[in-house]
């Protein structure tokens, strides 16, 4: 047999074989092998399974959320935790009691503050009272309750009127509204509602009443206006008064003007203009935003995660800090280990352009001193009223100066 014969009968034995071990070989690759791999005992790679998200659907691949790298740590995940989702606390209190009109300055109030969760704005306020039937509802027992259960109340916002012009009983009689005896006995009841907040040291703000359409309305929330200031201020109260601001240039209702960014609005609502339109109830709200910011003082505290002044060991440290940096830099340190640097002023000293000058012990100059402390030419063109000749290098003075060659 020849060395042909050898080689073909070889070939036909591996390709014996290789048939012989297709179905294994298939079922382990996923595919046919070729007579390299089977000749040399390459076993080809099984297909790795294509990813879930390959087999998925297009939308849900579409909409497969994709992880962000970050190489720096979130402020967020150093801020307090007011700023990880705990509510800050409020750290000044409002409650406001009255009628009708004291519920919508609540809501002025209320909206005012929503940015700010420093104030606690509590209404109280009772619908269709008032002071003259305190059968309905009295109001200086209600006040005296209140400060019993000891709440947490920074100051109290009063505004009550709108339902009291009506008769009103007063030692063992009914007194017409207005009446003299009528005046007095309201007073009184006034005083009643001021004074247990007064002895419990807590402010009162007293709304006054605003301009009415009826003009017989109008006349007597007037009048009542003026009854309430008197006794408020008498009784150590502050009253706050919002006439002007809801009163046309004659001083009558208007039920539009300015709102709080200047632009006319309407401001009043309702057939009767009694009520106040949402852009109203917050123009009122400004007038006790404004009071309330100074009775709050250093009571508010900034909300967590605000910036707020370091200590002052934390602020040497830092003051160090700086100074280093400053020496490796070959700059000049900002002071004396130690001493900080005094902070610059807001303002510098505050000159008059209009008081007349006064000399260095603060007596005023007279009229003699104060020209004798002028030069000739001065005095010589204030007298005459003749131009003063230039000075050198005085931007009047337009002389020609040689420029050595």
């Not at 659907?57 to 579409?62: I, N, S």
């Not at 619908?127 to 109340?153: H, M, Q, T, V």
Request: with cysteine; glycine share 6%.
């Amino acid at each position: 047999m020849g060395k042909l014969a050898v080689s073909l009968l070889l070939v036909v034995a591996a390709l014996v074989c290789l048939a012989m071990a297709a179905p294994a070989t298939l079922a382990q690759t996923g595919g046919f092998p070729n007579i390299f791999q089977s000749l040399f005992g390459l076993t080809p790679k099984p297909p790795q399974a294509a990813p879930a998200t390959e087999n998925a659907p297009l939308r849900a691949r579409a909409h497969k959320p994709r992880k962000r790298g970050q190489d720096f740590v979130s402020p967020s995940s150093a801020r307090t935790p007011a700023a990880q989702g705990q509510k800050a606390k409020p750290s000044f209190y409002v409650t406001v009691i009255g009628d009708s009109l004291a519920i919508v300055a609540a809501r002025g109030l209320t909206d005012a503050y929503a940015d700010k969760p420093e104030f606690s704005v509590t209404s109280l306020a009772r619908d269709s009272s008032g002071l003259a039937r305190d059968d309905y509802y009295d109001w200086p027992k209600a006040a005296r309750d209140l400060l019993a259960s000891k709440p947490k109340l920074d100051v109290a916002v009063v505004m009550l009127g709108l339902n009291d012009m009506q008769q009103m009983k007063a030692s063992g009689e009914t007194v017409e509204a207005l009446s003299d005896k009528w005046k007095a006995a309201y007073a009184q009841r006034v005083e009643n509602l001021v004074a247990p907040f007064r002895e419990a040291h807590i402010p009162v703000l007293w709304v006054g009443l605003p301009p009415m359409r009826d003009d017989k309305f109008n006349a007597q929330m007037a009048a009542l206006n003026e009854i309430i200031r008197d006794t408020v201020e008498k009784s150590s109260g502050k009253y706050v008064d919002i006439w002007d601001a809801f009163a046309d240039e004659n001083g009558q209702y208007s039920a539009f003007g300015p709102d709080l960014e200047g632009q006319k609005a309407k401001l009043r609502s309702d057939p009767n203009g009694v009520y106040f339109t949402k852009a109203g109830q917050r123009k009122l709200a400004s007038f006790l935003e404004t009071e309330i910011k100074r009775l709050a003082g250093d009571k508010i505290k900034p909300p967590p995660g605000e910036l707020v002044s370091l200590p002052p060991d934390i602020e040497q440290e830092a003051d160090d800090i700086n100074d280093e940096i400053r020496r490796e830099m070959g700059l000049a340190q900002s002071a004396a280990k130690g001493k900080r640097t005094p902070p610059r002023p807001l303002a510098g000293p505050i000159l008059s352009l209009t008081a007349l000058p006064t000399s260095a012990h603060g007596a005023l100059i007279d009229a003699h001193a104060g020209m004798t402390a002028l030069s000739d030419d001065q005095a010589r063109s204030l007298r005459t009223g003749e131009t003063p000749p230039p000075q050198p290098g005085r931007a009047d003075d337009f002389t020609w100066t040689k420029q050595a060659p």
